[in-house]
C-alpha cells in the first residue's frame, strides 16, 4: 500500500534518544476536539490513505465531525494486529488452510496466503470442569483437555509454523482477554516500515466479542465474526461508518459494600436501557483518573453486554503504572507516554470534548447486584434477589405454591460417597469463579478469597449439591492466591483452581455430578448457577441449568453457602458459628482496606515478568505433540475436528452474477432478542441429535463427544449444530422448544431436525429464508452464526433489526440481511412461516450499485399473497462487494489472486 499524506502529517518524534516515524494529528484542522476514540481512528486514516480505500475526503470527514449528526460516512479501518480464542480461531486458520489450496487451483502461489497484520491465538476455551472441588482438579482437566483436543491442538502448531506473523499461546497459560490487557497488548504499536520504525496506536480486531476489554487501555478494538478477523488479517480493512460517541461521566467512588463487578452490571442496565447499538461510548471526566485500570478493563469487557462497539478509557497515568505494574518494558512505556502527549491523546480532563449523547454515574451510588436469569442487562439489586427470584421462578416451574410464595418441588438426593440433601427449585447447582470480565481484576478476586477465609473462620461450608471452581485469567491470579495464604481457605469451600480457560462463562461448566443431574431430569427442577462471567444466556452455562446469574466473585462464593436463589442475603443466615449464633453475610464481608493491603503485599512486577516470559512455549504436553510441516496442510479424511469446509468449491476467476431469490420457503420463524448463543452451535449436545449422530457413524463414542466449540473446525458438526439451542423456540412449532422446525419438503409437513429439513430442502433445489424480530443476532460475535447458517441453504434472514456483528457476519457468508418495513414485522404482516416466498430487485448490485429495498413476496397456502419492501442491509460499498462475490473470503482470494 502507498501512503498518499495529503495533509503532509509525516514526521519524526524522537523519544529518549530514539527515533519513530508518525503521522501527526495537527496536521489536520479539528483534530482536538474530537474524542479520544475518533483521534485513534483519525490516525489510522492518516496512515494509511492511499487515495483508493482511503481518501482525503474520509479524514476530512472525521476531522469536521458533527457530534449529533447519525453515522452517514463510511471509513475504511485498518487494525494493527487481530487477536484470536481456539474456539473461533482454529476456523480462521483451517480458511487460512484451505485458501492456500483454493489459490493454488486457480494458479497462484499458497506461500502468498499470510497474515499481513500480527495475529496472535490464545487456546483458552476448550478445558472443561470434568474434575472440581479436589487439588487434582487443574492435572485432570489439563489431561483430558490435551485427550480431546490433540487433533486441534497439532493443526494449530502447524498454523505457528507455516504461516507468518501467526503465534499461539498453547493452552494452560490463560484467558485471551486477560492475556491481551497483561501481555500481548502494545499500546503504542512499532513496525518497521520501509527501513523506517512507525509508531502508531495499537488497535486490534478479535474473535471474540469481549475483545472490547483491551479499550481499558486504551486501546480501540472490538470484537469481529471470524470471517471478518480473516479478512483483517489478510490486509482487508473493516468498513465502518463513523460512529456516534457516547460521553459517560463518572464521578464519585464506589462504597464499601460494592465492588467493581456491581458497576459493571449497573454500567450494562444504563447503556442498554439508554441505547448504544453501533455507538463508541468513552468515559470522561474528573472521576476517570481515580478508576482503576482493572475496573477499566472489567467495564470495557462487558461492551457487548451493553451493545456498543466499544467502551474507551483514555491514556493517563493510570495506564502507564499498569504498563510498569505488568512487566512492560521501560522503552515502550516512555514511547506511549510521549506519542500520546505529542498527539493530544493524553487525557486532560479539562478539555473541551463534543460527545453525540451523554451519560453519569456517581459511583458511590452503585450497590451490590447481580443480573439474571437470563440476560446481563437484567441487573438485580441483591436486596431484592429474592424477591425477583420468586417473581421469575413462575416462569420456569408451575408446582404448587407449597405455602412457600413460589413454586416448590424438594427431591431428596443419595449420592455414591454418603452425602444426602434435597434440591428444590432455586438450588444452586454451580458456583464458579470464572471469565476473563472479573478474574483479570484483583480487587474482586482478593475480595472472594478474603470473604473464604472469613467464611471458614466462622465455619461455613459450601453447600453439598454445589458445583465450586476457580478458573483464573492468568497464572498471575494463582501465584499472587499463593502469596497471599487464602488458597486453603478457597479450597476448604471447594473452591480449587480447575484450570486457566473461560470454563464456565461459554459452557464449558462440565456435567453436573450423575445423581444430581439425574434428579434435576425426572424432576424437571429449575436449577441455578451463579458465575463471575459476562454471558448468561439460557441454555449456555449447562444443559440442566434454566436460570442462570452473573455476580461478583464474593457473591459467588456467598451463593455457595448459600444454596440457593432463594435466599436474602439481609435477613436468612448462612449458617451459625460454633456457639450456635446465626452468620450473615455482612458478618463475612471482606474490609475493601484489608483487601488492598493484601494485593498491595501479594502482587508484584515480578510474577508478570516470570509467568509472560515463557508464554508461548507451552508445557511438556504441548511441546511433544508431533506437528505436520509443509506450506499446505494435509487433511487426515478420518479426522472428526478439522476437516477441510467447502467455501471454495469450485470457485473461478469471476464471480457468478447475483440472482433474485425464488421459491424460498422458511426455515425458522424466531421472535425477539434471538442472539448467537440460540443460532450459533455451543456447549455439550447429545446422541440423539444430528451432530451426535455423525459423531457415532464416525465412531466417535459419546464420551468423547467434546463441545460443539471444541469441533469448530469441523463444519460438518457445526451445520448440525446451528439453531439447535436447546432454549430456541421456532414458531412454526406450537410449544416446542430446540433445534426443530416443519420440513415442507414431505407431506404434511412433519416436525424434523433443522439440519435434516435443510438437506431435504437443499435436495429439492430449495432456497431458504429466516424471518426474525427485534435485536437479531445479538449476543457473542460467533462467526460459525453466520457459517452454519449459509451451509443450511438460508439465502436471506428477514429481520426487524439485527445486531452490528451478526448482520455484517452474514453478509460475509453470503446470506442477504433484510429488514421489515419500520414499524412492520412477520405477525402484523399476517406471514405465520408457511408460505412461499420470492424476493426480487437485489440483481442491480450486477451494475455496481446498491438496492435500498427489495420486493418480498409471500404467497400463502391458502392462495393469499402478501408483499411488502424490505430494507437491504448492505451498508457500506465494501459490503455490497462481499455479497458480490459470494462472501468476504472469496472476495479476498480474487484479490490475493489477481495480484
Known amino acids: 500500500m502507498t501512503t498518499v499524506d495529503s495533509f503532509g502529517s509525516k514526521g519524526v518524534l524522537d523519544v529518549q534518544g530514539a527515533e519513530y516515524e508518525i503521522f501527526r494529528l495537527k496536521a489536520v484542522d479539528g483534530y482536538e476536539k474530537l474524542p479520544y476514540s475518533l483521534k485513534v481512528l483519525l490516525e489510522n486514516l492518516l496512515r494509511t490513505e492511499d487515495g483508493a480505500n482511503v481518501t482525503s475526503e474520509q479524514i476530512k470527514a472525521l476531522a469536521s465531525w458533527n457530534s449529533d449528526a447519525e453515522p452517514d460516512t463510511e471509513i475504511q479501518f485498518t487494525p494493527a494486529r487481530v487477536i484470536m480464542q481456539d474456539f473461533t480461531g482454529v ?12 489459490i493454488e487451483d486457480l494458479g497462484g502461489d499458497p506461500k502468498r496466503v499470510n497474515p499481513l497484520a500480527p495475529a496472535e491465538l490464545v487456546i483458552d476455551h476448550s478445558v472443561q470442569i470434568d474434575s472440581f472441588g479436589n487439588d487434582q482438579a487443574i492435572e485432570r482437566n489439563m489431561e483430558i483437555e490435551y485427550q480431546r483436543n490433540g487433533e486441534r491442538y497439532q493443526f494449530l502448531r502447524w498454523g505457528q509454523t507455516a504461516f507468518d506473523d501467526f503465534k499461539v499461546v498453547p493452552p494452560g497459560m490463560g484467558i485471551v482477554h486477560q492475556v491481551n490487557i497483561e501481555n500481548l497488548a502494545r499500546t503504542v504499536m512499532t513496525r518497521e516500515v520501509d527501513g523506517v520504525l512507525r509508531a502508531y496506536p495499537d488497535s486490534c480486531v478479535g474473535t471474540d466479542s469481549h475483545t472490547t ?151 458511590s451510588t452503585v450497590v451490590p447486584s447481580i443480573s439474571g436469569p437470563k440476560r446481563p442487562q437484567d441487573r438485580i439489586e441483591l436486596t431484592d434477589s429474592k424477591e425477583q427470584f420468586r417473581k421469575d421462578i413462575h416462569n420456569y416451574a408451575t408446582e404448587d405454591e407449597a405455602g412457600e410464595g413460589r413454586p416448590s418441588k424438594s427431591v431428596p438426593v443419595s449420592m455414591e460417597d454418603g452425602r444426602q440433601f434435597e434440591l428444590d427449585h432455586g438450588a444452586v447447582s454451580i458456583a464458579s469463579i470464572t471469565s476473563c470480565t472479573n478474574t483479570s481484576n484483583p480487587s474482586v478476586m482478593m475480595a472472594a478469597a478474603v470473604l473464604a477465609r472469613n467464611a471458614v473462620e466462622k465455619g461455613l461450608t459450601s453447600k453439598p449439591w454445589v458445583k465450586t471452581s476457580v478458573a483464573p485469567g ?79 466473585p464474593p457473591l459467588v462464593v456467598a451463593y455457595a453457602l448459600a444454596g440457593t436463589m432463594d435466599f436474602d442475603f439481609e435477613n436468612d443466615p448462612l449458617g451459625q458459628d460454633s456457639e450456635g449464633k446465626d452468620i450473615f453475610l455482612k458478618d463475612i464481608w471482606p474490609d475493601p482496606t484489608e483487601v488492598q493491603e493484601i494485593i498491595d503485599a ?49 470457485i473461478q476467476v469471476q464471480p457468478e452474477p447475483v440472482q433474485d431469490i425464488t421459491g424460498a420457503r422458511v426455515l425458522l420463524k424466531l421472535g425477539d432478542s434471538v ?189 393469499k399473497s402478501t408483499e411488502f419492501d424490505a430494507v437491504v442491509r448492505i451498508d457500506t460499498p465494501a459490503e455490497a462487494d462481499y455479497y458480490r462475490n459470494g462472501g468476504i473470503l472469496q472476495y479476498v482470494l480474487r484479490q490475493i489472486s489477481a495480484k
Request: glycine share 12%; hydrophobic share 35%.
Open 91 to 102: 476456523p480462521c486458520i483451517v480458511d487460512l488452510a484451505t485458501m492456500r489450496e483454493a
Open 213 to 363: 476489554m483491551v479499550n481499558g487501555l486504551g486501546v480501540l478494538g472490538w470484537g469481529v465474526g471470524g470471517i471478518e478477523a480473516e479478512a483483517a488479517m489478510l490486509g482487508q480493512p473493516v468498513s465502518m461508518l463513523i460512529p456516534r460517541v457516547v460521553g459517560f461521566k463518572l464521578t464519585g467512588s464506589i462504597p464499601a459494600g460494592a465492588t467493581a463487578t456491581d458497576v459493571v452490571l449497573t454500567i450494562t442496565e444504563m447503556l442498554r436501557n439508554h441505547g448504544v447499538v453501533g455507538k463508541f461510548v468513552e468515559f470522561y471526566g474528573e472521576g476517570v483518573g481515580s478508576v482503576p485500570l482493572a475496573n477499566r478493563a472489567t467495564i470495557g469487557n462487558m461492551s457487548p453486554e451493553f451493545g456498543s462497539t466499544a467502551a474507551m478509557f483514555p491514556i493517563d497515568d493510570v495506564t502507564l503504572d499498569y504498563l510498569r505494574l505488568t512487566g512492560r518494558s521501560e522503552e515502550n512505556i516512555a514511547l506511549v507516554e510521549a506519542y500520546t502527549k505529542e498527539q493530544g491523546m493524553w487525557h486532560d480532563p479539562s478539555s473541551e470534548v463534543k460527545y453525540s449523547e451523554y451519560l453519569e454515574l456517581d459511583l
Open 474 to 552: 492468568s497464572k498471575v491470579v494463582t501465584d499472587y492466591y499463593e502469596k497471599s495464604g487464602l488458597i486453603p481457605s478457597l479450597e476448604a469451600l471447594g473452591f480449587h483452581i480447575v484450570g486457566y480457560g473461560c470454563t464456565t462463562c461459554i459452557g464449558n461448566s462440565g456435567p453436573l455430578e450423575s445423581e444430581i443431574s439425574q434428579a434435576i431430569q425426572d424432576n424437571d427442577l429449575s436449577v441455578t448457577s451463579v458465575l463471575s462471567g459476562n454471558r448468561n444466556f439460557e441454555g449456555r452455562i449447562n444443559p440442566d441449568v434454566k436460570m442462570n446469574y452473573l455476580a461478583s
Open 602 to 650: 501479594s502482587i508484584d512486577t515480578e510474577m508478570f515478568i516470570k509467568e509472560y516470559s515463557t508464554i508461548f512455549d507451552g508445557d511438556e504436553r504441548w511441546q511433544s505433540l508431533d506437528t505436520p510441516e509443509g506450506d499446505t496442510f494435509e487433511w487426515d479424511p478420518n479426522s472428526t475436528y478439522v476437516r477441510k469446509p467447502p467455501y471454495f468449491e469450485g
Open 675 to 863: 442472539t448467537t448463543d440460540h443460532i450459533s452451535p455451543a456447549g455439550s449436545f447429545k446422541s440423539d441429535t444430528p451432530a451426535g449422530k455423525y459423531l457415532l457413524e464416525n465412531g466417535v463414542e459419546r464420551k468423547d463427544f467434546n463441545s460443539y466449540g471444541s469441533r469448530r473446525g469441523n463444519h460438518e458438526v457445526m451445520i448440525r449444530g446451528t439453531f439447535a439451542n436447546i432454549r430456541i423456540k421456532n414458531q412454526l412449532l406450537d410449544g416446542v422448544e430446540g433445534g426443530f422446525t416443519r420440513d415442507f419438503t414431505q407431506e404434511g409437513a412433519p416436525q424434523a431436525y433443522v439440519y435434516d429439513a435443510s438437506q431435504n430442502y437443499q435436495a429439492a433445489g430449495t432456497p431458504l429464508v429466516v424471518l426474525a424480530g427485534k435485536e437479531y443476532g445479538s449476543g457473542s460475535s460467533r462467526d460459525w452464526a453466520a457459517k452454519g447458517t449459509a451451509l443450511l441453504g438460508v439465502k436471506a434472514v428477514i429481520a426487524e433489526s439485527f445486531e452490528r456483528i451478526h448482520r455484517s457476519n452474514l453478509i460475509g457468508m453470503g446470506v442477504l440481511p433484510l429488514q421489515f418495513p419500520q414499524g412492520e414485522s412477520a405477525d402484523s404482516l399476517g406471514l405465520t412461516g408457511t408460505e412461499t416466498f420470492e424476493i426480487s430487485g437485489i440483481t442491480v448490485l450486477n451494475d455496481g450499485s446498491t438496492p435500498k429495498t427489495v420486493k418480498v413476496t409471500a404467497q400463502g397456502e391458502d392462495g
